[in-house]
């Protein structure tokens, strides 16, 4: 089959992709709880009616991970999709001008909790993988599908459990996380989620002098908590143009600022547990913290900038919740390239090389020594009112990402 006719079957298919989309929108799965049993039946029933095998790891119970290959015609290269099932929660469904769960058309987009990240980019490679099943006698090396549980919540039951237990690894990964079809993302920053927890002697309300207040006390080490995000960052010389050199169309992408971000820690107070009763001094407060960290800075830099401000709180302790170093692969590498001539080639406009602004499962191979490209739709609104994701740029992203995996999978080398 050409190319050609390969982007005009997506074309013609529009309307089936746009049923899978919406009716994978339709099964919620936010996580926590974590439960995606509805959303993984959707995915593996799409891909057994195209005449595909789906193999069920299932860790936890509830939160299903999906593993589904087909070796290829000829020897060659092993490459990995994959995709996250679960969504973050949506607390605020009073607010959204459309059903949450409903996979609601409107506008030219799906509208729906995930529908940007990461239903739309899932349900992309699960059509890109039976697509090139059957394209299977052209192409060399080995195609897996993987569609995970676990990514909302770190990743241990999900992707970092497939790799440690399932023959995953392959030979490269394409992740499809949002973030924009203009760019290609070849490394994205760490994490360091840590936990001040804050222990006093509590009292009655009206007895201030009995005892140091937990949440006054937290309020002061949220206060100092900003001087982490001025730690020095240092950018070896291969990536410094790639991470300076497209501000403007990240800034477009993310909004304006977003490109200064990506190359700084930043701190984000996300959850703070204080008090038991408003006439109750309190005894107790919990803050938990999580510091995003740039290619250039460290994990150990942030904790000890954290460790330097609970040191002046006889109060304070901290517990380290997880730690993800930033992680890139070679910008040069051939699936960064067949990226980039794919969308070209779909879009007819310049594709930039690009770091990403949050963490996906991506790190997960790449910890593991296998190059990792991510390459997804705009995120939309992720986790906020109205996600939504364009449906003309999702068909788009398919078509990009069946070229890129296409061309990747016709050389052995």
């Not at 987009?109 to 099943?133: E, F, P």
């Not at 909302?152 to 499809?176: F, M, P």
Request: aromatic content about 6%.
């Amino acid at each position: 089959m050409t190319l050609e006719k390969l982007l005009k079957r997506i074309d013609d298919d529009r309307d089936e992709l746009v049923a899978l989309f919406q009716a994978l929108v339709r099964a919620p799965s936010p996580n926590p709880p974590g439960n995606t049993l509805d959303a993984a039946e959707v995915v593996s029933d799409f891909l057994k009616s195209k005449g595909l095998s789906v193999e069920v790891i299932e860790p936890l119970e509830n939160a299903p991970n999906l593993i589904s290959s087909f070796t290829c015609k000829d020897d060659g290269r092993h490459l990995v999709l994959n995709g996250h099932l679960d969504t973050y929660p949506c607390d605020d469904a009073d607010r959204w001008q459309y059903d949450p769960y409903g996979g609601t058309m409107a506008n030219g987009a799906v509208y729906g909790r995930g529908a940007s990240d990461m239903k739309a980019g899932t349900a992309a490679i699960a059509a890109v993988h039976a697509y090139l099943y059957t394209l299977r006698r052209e192409l060399k090396g080995k195609l897996t599908f993987t569609a995970v549980s676990d990514e909302e919540t770190g990743g241990k039951w999900g992707a970092q459990y497939l790799l440690e237990h399932h023959d995953v690894r392959g030979d490269c990964l394409l992740n499809s996380e949002p973030g924009g079809p203009t760019t290609v993302r070849f490394g994205e920053k760490g994490s360091l989620k840590l936990r001040f927890k804050v222990r006093t002697t509590g009292c009655h309300g009206a007895y201030t002098h009995k005892s140091r207040s937990a949440t006054k006390i937290a309020a002061s080490v949220v206060r100092a908590l900003p001087a982490i995000t001025e730690l020095p960052v240092e950018t070896s010389d291969n990536l410094g143009p790639m991470l300076t050199g497209s501000e403007a169309e990240f800034d477009r992408i993310h909004l304006p600022g977003a490109a200064e971000v990506l190359r700084k820690y930043t701190v984000n107070v996300g959850l703070i547990r204080g008090g038991v009763k408003m006439n109750m001094l309190p005894a107790n407060c919990d803050c938990d913290v999580d510091i995003r960290i740039p290619i250039g800075g460290t994990a150990a830099a942030a904790l000890q900038a954290a460790e330097e401000i609970v040191a002046q709180h006889d109060d304070v302790t901290l517990e380290v919740l997880s730690t993800d170093e930033p992680s890139w692969s070679d910008p040069g590498h051939p699936m960064v390239a067949a990226v980039q001539s794919a969308a070209a080639e779909v879009l007819g406009t310049p594709i930039h090389t690009v770091t990403s602004l949050g963490a996906t499962d991506a790190r997960f191979w790449r910890e593991a020594g296998v190059p990792a490209v991510t390459y997804g739709t705009t995120a939309t609104n992720v986790a906020m009112v109205d996600e939504h994701t364009d449906i003309d740029e999702w068909i788009n992203v398919i078509k990009v990402h069946a070229l890129a995996a296409y061309n990747y999978l016709r050389t052995t080398a």
